[in-house]
């Protein structure tokens, strides 16, 4: 296993992002790191702070196909992973796809859509395929979804379901610029969009090649423990209505092993599960009625969480 070539790899990404983004190499690195675990990534955070530019910067760095897909209440399933269309010419039906078939997919205010366009997401993200008229296609990899929605906004929207929100590796914020950081972006902007001036700086067939690298990054039984018993915390916390699922632990596990590697260790620190933890478990949990009007936030509690499940006595 090269560690020091994913290291590479990432770091030619996240620098080409960089030059479109301002100040949002966290969110780029997190986007990065389900891209190398496989996962998908829902954006939770207010209009025009960069969401848009994230996915299409990602895209055009690893010079990969993109789509943007405007979610409303009257897109269709079939307006996702494609629909057979009748040829009069041959009197056959011809599939042509959707969306779906692409390597980068943003699905912008997924929560307009209804839940059963919503669902048509499911098989897509889970099991990389998609299913029209009873045949069965296999998508193209690598396969990203970035996900939008706003959080304040919720007059005529669909929340997103418990088993849908699970399907979502992590949830992430971009977060507003510092007043620093927003004088530069009115610079960058006084002409040409910066996403204009980037190109291709990595190959995509050498993530392929990569992604099962990052696998062979090693976690010890410790921090294995660990992470068991961070997520098994939510389960039992006297806030929580609902606790991380056990995908919710694998996905801590494999985003810990693509972070590490990303940063060129070929082992997993306690440091990289308790970064990533609120990211990977925020969406899996629900807050108890009560413990919501007293004020409490999803986040405060996993705060707590972290303080207090410590590694044992004896672990690193």
Same mark, same amino acid.
């Given at each position: +296993? ?21 100040? /949002? ?27 848009? +530019? ?19 209440? $009257? ?47 499911? %098989?897509? +993200? ?28 919720y007059e005529g929207t669909f929340p997103l379901p418990e088993a ?5 590796? +992590? ?7 510092? %007043? ?39 976690? $010890? ?32 596990? /494999? ?18 599960? /308790? ?12 807050? /108890? ?18 303080? $207090? ?8």
């Amino acid at each position: +296993m090269d560690v020091e070539r994913i290291a590479a790899y990432a770091e030619r990404i996240l620098d080409n992002i960089g030059r479109v983004l301002v100040g /949002k190499r966290a969110p780029a690195e997190l986007a990065l790191v389900a891209l190398f675990c496989e996962g998908h990534v829902l954006i939770e955070d207010v209009p025009g702070v960069g969401k848009t +530019m994230l996915a299409r910067a990602l895209a055009i760095s690893l010079g990969c196909s993109f789509k943007r897909l405007q979610c409303t209440p $009257d897109l269709l399933p079939n307006d996702i992973t494609g629909v057979s269309v009748y040829n009069q010419k041959t009197g056959e039906f011809e599939f042509r796809p959707g969306p779906a078939f692409v390597n980068v997919l943003l699905a912008d205010e997924i929560n307009r859509a209804t839940p059963r366009t919503q669902s048509a997401l499911l %098989e897509s +993200m889970g099991e990389y395929q998609v299913t029209v008229d009873g045949v069965t296609r296999q998508l193209e990899r690598p396969f990203l979804v970035l996900a939008t929605q706003n959080p304040i906004e919720y007059e005529g929207t669909f929340p997103l379901p418990e088993a849908q929100l699970d399907r979502f590796l +992590m949830r992430i914020q971009m977060g507003y610029p510092s %007043e620093e950081e927003e004088e530069q972006i009115l610079i960058n902007l006084r002409r040409e969009h910066p996403i204009e001036q980037i190109g291709q700086v990595v190959q995509v067939e050498e993530l392929l090649h990569l992604q099962r690298e990052v696998w062979e990054v090693t976690v $010890d039984e410790t921090v294995r423990s660990y992470i068991v018993r961070l997520v098994r915390a939510t389960r039992q916390h006297y806030d929580l209505a609902l606790g991380g699922s056990p995908r919710g632990s694998l996905g801590l596990y /494999k985003a810990a092993q693509a972070l590490a590697a990303m940063h060129g260790r070929d082992y997993v620190l306690p440091d990289d599960v /308790k970064y990533l933890a609120p990211y990977v478990l925020s969406h899996r949990v629900i807050l /108890k009625a009560e413990s919501s009007l007293r004020g409490r936030t999803t986040g405060e509690v996993l705060q707590g969480i972290l303080r $207090d499940t410590e590694l044992e006595m004896g672990e690193l």
